[in-house]
């Protein structure tokens, strides 16, 4: 099978889900896969698998626009988590980017046991040789990310402590030193450093006053 065959049977999975028909889908889509993995070669496997990431991830080619972007069927991120995960041993560059990607900063969904730590993988592809632009996007996005979570319940309560936000800062501030990031989130970094502060100061001053005015004469706006 060459990568032609592959993404075409993969583009009658997602026909089939455009026109509603689910069930049908899945059980094309589990034959499919099956035969996949008993009869492809690991050597076409593997060139199969990192050319369908590459289209999907990197050119952002599939699936239509009817169906979320990132929607990937179980049987499919099935055969890309072997394949990625045999990838990432080997500490290869993108694919380490590819597994933070497809599944995220959780372990593998399709066996916790294993708990494959996929942030982890995405700090190694930050510090690889091969290190790419969507790699240091994804990191810096990362802090943001904590530093969002640990503030949506403001003031009310804080999701992190004092020193995990130093740290977060400490690492978002290593990858502005070092590699070009997005002005739109330097902004927004910049944004929750100082609304971290005002938030711990007025921690720190048993909470006195109205968080919401302190904010607004800090210049921050937060609803």
């Known amino acids: ?25 899945n059980s094309f889509l589990f034959t499919f896969t099956k ?3 008993e009869n492809v070669p690991d050597a076409d496997t593997d060139a199969i698998l990192f050319q369908f ?12 626009d009817s169906l979320p972007r990132r929607h990937l069927p179980f049987q499919l991120t099935k055969l890309l988590d072997n ?16 597994a933070y990607q497809i599944f995220g900063n959780s372990y593998n969904p399709h066996d916790p046991m294993l708990e494959h730590d996929f942030y982890s993988i995405l700090k190694r592809a930050y510090m690889h040789e091969k290190c790419d632009l969507q790699t240091v996007q994804l990191y810096f996005r990362e802090q943001l990310d904590s530093l969002w979570w640990g503030q949506h319940h403001f003031p009310e309560s804080c999701g992190i402590t004092e020193e995990e936000f130093e ?17 739109q989130f330097v902004e927004e ?16 001053n048993n909470r006195n006053g ?6 607004n004469r800090n210049g921050l706006e937060f609803v």
Do not use: H
């Open 1 to 25: 099978m060459d990568y032609e065959q592959f993404i075409t049977e993969i583009k009658k999975y997602w026909d089939l889900r455009k026109k509603g028909l689910k069930k049908q889908a």
């Open 35 to 37: 035969s996949f993995k």
């Open 53 to 64: 990431c590459r289209e999907y991830l990197d050119e952002m080619k599939f699936p239509g």
């Open 83 to 98: 394949y990625l995960c045999r990838e990432c041993e080997k500490d290869q560059m993108p694919q380490m980017r590819w």
């Open 167 to 183: 740290n977060i800062v400490s690492v978002a501030n290593k990858i502005l030193s070092e590699k070009s990031v997005e002005p």
């Open 189 to 204: 970094f910049e944004y929750y450093v100082r609304l971290y502060q005002t938030y711990f100061e007025w921690q720190r």
């Open 210 to 215: 109205d968080f919401y005015e302190l904010c």
